[in-house]
Structure formats: structure tokens, C-alpha cells
């Protein structure tokens, strides 16, 4: 089933454009490659994931990011993750393969690949899929690609926002995947982004940088860092604006309108969690640092007892107690905790508060989106931390993944 650009929300990027085809790497049935053409000139930032096993893909797109590149090569359903010298051969043999069709250079391509690990790249069937995937290339590719780069997502997520850069007009537009294996460490599966204002390199990167830790690094669905992690930001400088750095007075304009195209793709990730009924916001405040305000809240958030216990809606309050009282705070005086779901409090005085009922824990529970604030009373330190529960199907999903 296709998407439109309208109905994904997304608005097009000058001097970008988005092609897709079926190359059948592990369907028949659907596109599984992208292209993505940058104009000439443009700026390219990335950022990938700090996985040791990384992927084949990974290693070639970091030795080709300082090259100019300008266009990036997608596949889903083969990851060519654990595949050795075979594997970065398979991924420089794509970039070779664009390259003979365009006329760029090899090391002018990114190639990202996403799916089954340990499989060999089916790089034949991509060398003839390319030509299809290049003819379709037009700036409203943006919703077919978004469900071209599709794993066990059940949804194509992308976001868009506009702002006004010097009285020039600018866009900036952004497509993910990713529903498991999700505990960024820098990015989330895949992600790719792009803004038509004219953004120097280098600040283009701290843009991007900067926009990644405040959103996908604060996301988990099952606490797994991918082999395959990668999220790309790309600048045309097609609006016309003047050139931005991090010095120019606009350029937080810019920052602030990235940072909320990936807070709205790192929340889709995670209500797209594999078997995701629930979305859990975990706010830790009053800690000493951001480090530990960060640690407690990713405490909460892989504890299989607490997620568990949220999808069964059962106000089972004693595991998000344990989970902060484990999760390393050194001397922390459990007298001045404070924990409430949602907006009834459940614990105060080192224990469970008085006011707290049963009813009004089970009636937040019940809910779709539900907030857990712990106040460890240490600091003026505050993260939050975006999760979701953990059901059968969860189960269900990754023991048929290869099947």
C-alpha cells in the first residue's frame, strides 16, 4: 500500500530527490532500495552508530563522508552486518554501481543497509534495481521511500518543519525506520534528513550532533544498539539563504527546527515499538548531573519487569522503585524520593504515599501515553527518556524475524 507525501505529513526539500524500487532482496512484493540525489554543492553530516560490530555499510559511509558526497543508497531486508571483507566489498560494489550510472564518483555515495544480519549482500539483485530506482527519482519520493526503508515497522514515519531564515523561506524534512533492536547511541536504525538552507559543514554537523543526543539518543524500545545505526543530514542551500554557521545569528532557528523533526521521528520509533501498545515518557529530575538523571531514567526503561508490568496496566509500582534503586546513585537517601504516575503520587518518604490508591494507579495505567516523573531530590539535574512496554508480540516478531 503507498503513501502520499501529504498523508505522511512531510513537505518536499529543494535540490533533494528520493527514488525507489523493488530489488527483491527478501520480498517480491514491495521496494526494498532508495536512492536519495543531493544537489551539487550540497553539505552532508552524519552520524552512525559506535556498535563495534558495525556494519559494512557503516565503515564505507564514515571513509566516504568527507568526500562531498551527495548521494545515498538504502536497502532494506539485508543488513551486511557481520560479513567481513566480503561485506565491505559488497557496499564499495554498490557505490561503484551508482556511480557507472550517474557519472559521480564512488566515494561520492553513502550506502546504508538495514535488515538480517550475517547474510551476505545481494548486490546483483541491487546493480539491477538501481536503473529503477534512479528513473524514479522526484522531490515528492519522500513518503515511498519511507516505506521502501521499512523492517518490522507497521508505519512509515516521517516529519516536516518550515521557518524563515533571513526572509528566505526553509524547509526541513526527515524519514526514519526502525520498530526493534533500538537503544541509539548516537542515532536511531536509520534516519535521513534534509533542509534546502545553505549551512556550512562543519556546522552542519554540530547541528546534527546536537539534535541526535537530545532525541534518538534518548529513545529505547528493547535495549539493543544495531549493528547498522546512521542518521544523515543533508543541506542544498537551494532556499537562497545566507550561508549559516554556528556563529550567524539564525543558525539556533535552524538547530531548534532539526532538533523537532527528530523528536517527532526518535516518539515515532518508539510508538512503533515491536509489539508496542504503550508509550512511556520517563522524566528523572532533581539529580545531581544529566549523567544520572539519564542513567536512572534508562534504568526504568530496560527493566522487563516494568514494561511488562505496563502492558498489563498493572500499577505495579515496587519495580519502577527497584529499577531507580539499582541503577547506581551513589549515597542517594531514599527518604527524599519522590515517584508518581502520571499525576498521582506513589512513593514518598522512602515508601508508598499515603494519598496513593490502587484505582487511581490502575486508571493511569489503562492509558495509551503514560508519564513516569521520579525526583531523586539530589540536584537540579533533569532527562527524559522515551520507552515503550513489552508484550507477546515483542516475542512473537523476533523469534519469527527470519522465518
Known sequence: MSVSSEELNVRNVKGVRLGSACAGIKRSDRDDLVVIEAAEGSACAAVFTRNAFCAAPVIVAREHLGRQPRWLVINSGNANAG??????????????????????????????????????????????????????????????????????????????????????????????????????????????????????????????????DGSFNLITVDGDTSTNDACVLLATGAAGNPVLTRESTD?????????????????????????????????????????????VAKTIA??????????????????????????GCVDLDISRVSIWLGDVLIVENGGRATSYTEEAGRAVMSEDDILIRVALGRGCARQRVLTCDLSYDYVRINAEYRT
Open 83 to 212: 560479513t567481513g571483507q566480503r561485506g565491505l566489498d559488497d557496499a564499495r560494489r554498490t557505490c561503484r554501481a551508482l556511480g557507472r550510472l550517474t557519472g559521480a564518483r564512488p566515494e561520492q555515495a553513502l550506502p546504508f543497509s538495514t535488515g538480517v544480519i550475517g547474510e551476505y549482500l545481494p548486490v546483483e539483485k541491487i546493480e539491477s534495481a538501481l536503473p529503477d530506482a534512479l528513473s524514479a527519482l522526484n522531490e515528492a519520493g519522500w513518503a515511498r521511500a519511507a516505506r521502501a526503508i521499512m523492517t518490522t515497522d507497521t508505519r512509515p514515519k516521517g516529519a516536516s518543519r518550515t521557518l524563515d531564515l533571513a526572509g528566505v523561506p526553509v524547509t526541513v524534512t526527515g524519514i526514519a525506520k526502525g520498530a526493534g533492536m533500538i537503544h541509539p547511541d548516537m542515532a536511531t536504525m536509520l534516519a535521513f534528513i534534509a533542509t534546502d538552507a545553505n549551512v556550512e559543514q562543519t556546522s552542519l554537523q554540530a547541528c546534527l550532533s546536537e539534535a541526535v
Open 302 to 327: 530496560h527493566s522487563p519487569l516494568v514494561k511488562t508490568a505496563f502492558f498489563a496496566s498493572d500499577p505495579n509500582w515496587g519495580r519502577i522503585l527497584a529499577a531507580v534503586g539499582r541503577s
Open 251 to 295: 543558525f539556533p532557528l535552524l538547530s531548534r527546527a532539526v532538533r523537532e523533526v527528530c523528536d517527532a521521528l526518535a516518539e515515532a520509533i518508539v510508538r512503533d515499538g515491536e509489539g508496542a501498545t504503550k508509550l512511556m515518557r520517563i522524566d528523572v529530575e532533581q539529580a545531581r548531573n544529566e549523567a544520572e538523571a539519564h542513567r
